[in-house]
């Protein structure tokens, strides 16, 4: 196998003057037996205020589902112990004690927890383009996009966005001084040839280098969009052919649902196991499973798969590249939070890979399920008129939590004499009345990406036509799901009567 | 009582940049009864997959010493529940419940968490010279510092720090690209006097103005001074007239162990209980409780008091400059861990503000024990003949982990021949050999703080002449204590013979 491509050159100003603390060059002697050390600041085990930590989880494979309660489930007793447990050589590799889990030290994280990462990536991404790969644990996908655009780009840089794009997101990169290029997209995502035209008339002399594109490829937010793998094959060659890093932000990968059937035409939903290679083997192909060159940076993230608040996530690609990476940990968030890797290290270590591969099933089987039911719910509610129209578009996802209605404002009887024919402005007296009415959709406006390009040559960028709501099927149960629907529907019918 | 000032003439561009997400708007309407919320990716907390967790601590007032054995403490029983607690309403306010521990939102942390150190803010610093001040949760001083650097500073711009300071603090300082000016330090830490001619004398239009002093006032690393009140009393003041914030970076302010008194004039340790007022009123007064403009950032963590990587701390000062950090929180880490969060809350909450106070009460009686038997061996291993002759001193600290012993580089019988009259080639030297000799002790030039204000004149910095070594009596027991105080010893009297 090959060794990744020297990417030095596209390191920010910052990772190349954040040398590694002096500090942190001798805290391989804490563990050294010959040596006695009084370096640095680390308390003393006994001192932390916790003899043991514990916890119950459902057992793999979830035959009650996995949001069945613990009492129609059988269930795993998982314990933390104060201390002792020699991580390398005990039975028990996947148990971080207390005594390590709470002292510092291991900025990329305990190795109970990122080799499972690393068995789990070999499983889905294979990873055999290229030698030199490794996991650091982060914690969560907002920190990594975070600490890669404050390791990649310098305040004025260009980034590469999807036209529309997660607004978190757009005021992280903002805020930090970095620009969006966005890439147009169709119903399929960005496009590849849109991609290449614009690099290849990219103008680096005044503009500055590209070095990194910014995507949510499996379940786009906001629009639910999953790129097909030609797509991002050609993507992935355009970043060879220009020389980028492809930043792959995965929160929603495991929450593909496939295309949408009308309920006549939907395949039953079976209780049958699904088997392991046929749910692996069914997956869209990652970015990372396409890298020879280790451009691909791949950010997931348990937020959406086990709970956000874990925050416990990791970041997959080259070693020289997570070395910068996690050398910014060591002046920022020291490493993810003893307690978090500590409970999820155990719970993921004694499911097991397969446990692991059931969970994402489940996972994957209950938001198909909402899904389905959303896009029905929808069908059922919005008036055929506004449909047949078109002034209502339903479009249903195939990945992810979310889904989104495109409205031709035109067609609202107020257009020209109260909204000056300005789609914002029915855009958000729809936002507005909605709510009053119940329910809460987020208007499309909030996750277009500014084309800063425009402005750098002087211009100033048109509003999007599109007018759109994103709604989601994953805060709600069913029931209420419908309601909600049922309400925004409602208003639909009488502004558009 | 009066209003912070606004200070937000002293944010950084990154930080007025950083509007607030629009989703963060309307994730207001996720707990509202009357609103069906489509809004956000949250997912359903029936599939997180944990039923509870809970946990064992020891029992205040913790009377077998905070670092005995649960076979030898009584215990407490933490228990958290998966869902339905109503946090405000409930009898066990304290409990944060899995459905909410592990959630998005809350980026200024649980109020369970937040409420019990903004009433543990009170006993110790009083909180009465100005009225809107708040505490947000973190996850910890090496982030409570990154933040606050993001929030203040641009590129280029100056802040203060001590003549010797944390090397990691340097090192995230200089990453960002901002330059230090060092503050001249005594025995009793950085003079004010000299703060003030330097502040008097500098040139703003040529450097830009300094809006930020970064000080580890109690237990300084890593020389274990602590300044005493007069001289903080003196540089608030400064802070006040020259118009710049304090952060007050304090994870060993609880501790405060006293001046060192040889064996024999040692008051002994008595086992009686020390009074909370008496405890409270004899620990030094925190820049926060002389802070009547809300010009003071106080950063506390529980890093050294119950574990480094519960990655739990937090911040306290004025209102308005709290927003804007954890603004930052909501695009970087979102939240503290949640489990981090349940875990310790329970623990606190449990233990009521009384037996936090005891905890700390016993965990500064422990490294008083820790700091008086390191020194007294110090005196019995280190040579008579280099202590009378100044060839090494060695010196007490009075708070914090950390003892520095300064070492005479020129009294080396090579000084010349083999060192070419340069102590840091001394120090490495002395460094490396110890090492060999199996302990490790810190080269003091690690700590030097650079001062930038010499290159920015064209100048080159002198490598400071003073040369010395920081231990901790943090890392071990008392008896490798001796056992690596005594290597040491042996390496000097073998140097210096």
Same mark, same amino acid.
């Given at each position: ?20 603390s ?72 996947g ?59 310098n ?9 529309f ?11 930090q ?14 496009i ?21 594109l910014?995507?949510?490829?499996t %379940?786009?937010?906001?629009?639910? /969009? &999953? *790129?097909?793998? !030609?797509? @991002?094959?050609?993507?992935y $060659?355009?970043?060879? =052919? ?17 295309q ?21 083997? %069914?997956?869209?192909?990652?970015? /990372? &499973? *396409?890298?020879? !060159?280790? @451009?691909?940076?791949?950010? $997931?993230?348990?937020s =959406?798969?086990?709970g ?22 060591e ?8 307690f978090?890797q ?15 591969l ?19 719910s ?5 008036p ?10 339903i479009?249903?996802p ?65 509003p ?34």
């Amino acid at each position: 196998m090959v060794l990744a491509k020297d990417l030095s050159h596209l390191l920010s100003d910052e990772a190349n003057t954040r040398v590694p603390s002096p500090l942190k060059t001798c805290i391989k002697y804490f563990n050294d037996p010959n040596v006695i050390f009084l370096g640095g600041g680390l308390p003393m085990s006994k001192y932390f205020p916790w003899f043991d930590i514990t916890g119950t989880s459902p057992l793999p494979p979830f035959a009650n589902g996995v949001g069945a309660p613990s009492s129609e489930q059988d269930l795993i007793n998982l314990k933390i112990p104060r201390d002792n447990i020699d991580v390398l050589e005990d039975e028990e590799f996947g148990t971080i004690s207390l005594d390590k889990a709470l002292q510092y030290g291991f900025s990329q994280g305990h190795p109970q927890l990122t080799s499972f990462f690393k068995e789990h990536n070999k499983i889905i991404h294979k990873m055999d383009k290229y030698e030199d790969h490794d996991v650091i644990a982060t914690i969560g996908n907002t920190w990594n996009l975070e600490s890669t655009l404050r390791c990649l780009c310098n305040k004025g840089d260009y980034v590469l966005v999807e036209e529309f794009a997660f607004s978190s997101t757009l005021t992280a990169v903002k805020a930090q001084g970095i620009k969006t290029c966005p890439i147009p997209m169709d119903a399929d995502g960005i496009i590849p040839e849109k991609l290449d035209e614009l690099l290849a008339n990219w103008d680096e002399d005044k503009l500055g280098k590209i070095k990194l594109l910014i995507i949510v490829a499996t %379940g786009s937010n906001p629009k639910g /969009l &999953s *790129l097909p793998v !030609e797509r @991002r094959q050609k993507i992935y $060659d355009l970043a060879c =052919k220009y020389d980028f890093i492809i930043a792959e932000d995965e929160p929603y990968y495991f929450l593909q649902t496939g295309q949408y059937f009308k309920p006549e035409e939907r395949p039953a939903l079976t209780n049958e196991k699904i088997d392991h290679d046929e749910f692996v083997g %069914g997956l869209v192909k990652s970015f /990372l &499973s *396409l890298d020879s !060159e280790g @451009r691909v940076l791949r950010f $997931d993230s348990l937020s =959406k798969i086990m709970g956000p608040n874990t925050r416990i996530g990791w970041i997959t690609g080259q070693k020289n590249l997570l070395t910068h990476l996690f050398r910014f940990h060591e002046v920022s968030i020291q490493s993810p939070s003893g307690f978090s890797q500590a409970i999820v290290a155990k719970t993921l270590n004694s499911w097991g890979q397969a446990g692991y591969l059931d969970w994402l099933i489940g996972i994957g089987k209950e938001y198909k399920t909402k899904r389905d039911f959303c896009i029905d719910s929808l069908y059922k509610h919005i008036p055929k008129r506004l449909l047949d129209s078109k002034t209502v578009v339903i479009n249903p996802p195939i990945a992810g939590m979310f889904f989104t209605i495109d409205i031709k404002s035109e067609n609202h009887p107020e257009f020209e004499s109260k909204f000056q024919r300005n789609g914002k402005l029915v855009e958000q007296h729809i936002y507005e009345t909605v709510i009053k009415q119940g329910v809460l959709m987020v208007p499309g406006s909030w996750f277009e990406t500014a084309d800063c390009t425009i402005a750098d040559r002087g211009g100033v960028e048109e509003p999007k036509k599109e007018i759109f709501f994103r709604g989601t099927y994953a805060a709600v149960d069913l029931e209420k799901l419908d309601q909600g629907i049922q309400r925004f529907a409602k208003v639909l019918d009488s502004e558009f009567s």
